[in-house]
C-alpha cells in the first residue's frame, strides 16, 4: 500500500459567502493517479484551488493534510514550496517575464539554492524537444501570444521542470486537437513516478487513456458523491453522471 500523500477531510469552502465545497473527504496516496469527474458548476476546479491555497476561496470548515503535516492556513507559495502545483484551466498571460526566467525563478524559490544556468538551459531544452516546443518560446513572455495548445504545454514544461510531489491539472486537454492531447499525456508520463501523485480533473476521456487511473471521483452539489475505479470513466462517458449512483 502507497503512503498517504494528500488527505481532505470535511473540507467547506465558500466563495464570497456562497457555498461551494460541502464537506469533500479525499485521500491520494503516493505514486497514485486520480480523476476528478462532474458536471459543470460543481465545484472541481474550487476543489483544486482550494487545496493550493488560493486567496479568493475561503475554508470554512475541515482540513488540508499534506506529507502529514496540516496546510490548510498556508499560502500558496508556501505549498508550492512543499511540492504542490495546479495547472491552471486557462493560463494567464504574463507580459515581461520571459517563460524561461518564470520557470528559473520557480525552481530557485522551491530547491532554496542557486542554479547552474548552462545545466538549466540544457535541460529546459530537452524538456521542451520531448514536448515540441520550438527553442524560441523559451524566451517568449510568459504564454503572452501563446495558442491554446502552446499554453497547455507551457504548464506541461513547468510540471516536467519543477517536479512537484503532487500535480493538480485542471483540464489541461481542454481545448486541444488529439495530437496536442497525446502530447501532454506523454509529458505528464515522463513526469510521474512511483513517488508524486496527480489529481486531473477532465471531460474528455481521451487523454485518460494514456494514464493508469487509480481512482475516480465524483463530484457533484459541493460534494464528492461516487469514488470508483477506472470502469466509472467509461460508465460516464456511455451513460453520463445520472448513471453513477451516490456512495452515501
Known sequence: MSEQLLKIEDLKVSVEEKKILDGVCLEIGE???????????????????????????????????????????EKADARARRGIFLS???????????LENFIRTARQAI?????KVFAFKRE???????????PEYAERYLNVGFSGGEKKKAEILQLLMLKPSLALLDETDSGLDVDAVRTVTE??????????????ITH??????????????????????????????????????NAVKEDN
Do not use: C
Open 124 to 134: 529546459l531544452k530537452a524538456e521542451m524537444d520531448k514536448l515540441g516546443m520550438a
Open 187 to 200: 509529458g505528464i508520463n515522463a513526469w510521474h513516478n512511483e513517488h508524486n501523485s496527480l489529481l486531473i
Open 31 to 73: 505514486g497514485e493517479v486520480h480523476v476528478l469527474m462532474g458536471p459543470n458548476g460543481t465545484g472541481k476546479s474550487t476543489l483544486v484551488s482550494a487545496i493550493m491555497g488560493d486567496p479568493r476561496y475561503s475554508v470554512d470548515g475541515g482540513r488540508i493534510v499534506f506529507k502529514g503535516e496540516d496546510i490548510t492556513e
Open 204 to 241: 474528455n476521456a481521451k487523454i485518460l487513456e494514456g494514464l493508469k487511473v487509480d481512482k475516480v471521483h465524483v463530484l457533484e452539489g459541493g460534494r464528492i458523491v461516487k469514488t470508483g475505479g477506472a470502469e466509472l470513466i467509461g460508465e460516464i462517458t456511455e451513460g453520463g453522471f
Open 88 to 98: 491552471f484551466q486557462t493560463p494567464e498571460e504574463i507580459p515581461g517575464i520571459s
Open 111 to 115: 530547491t532554496g539554492t542557486p542554479l
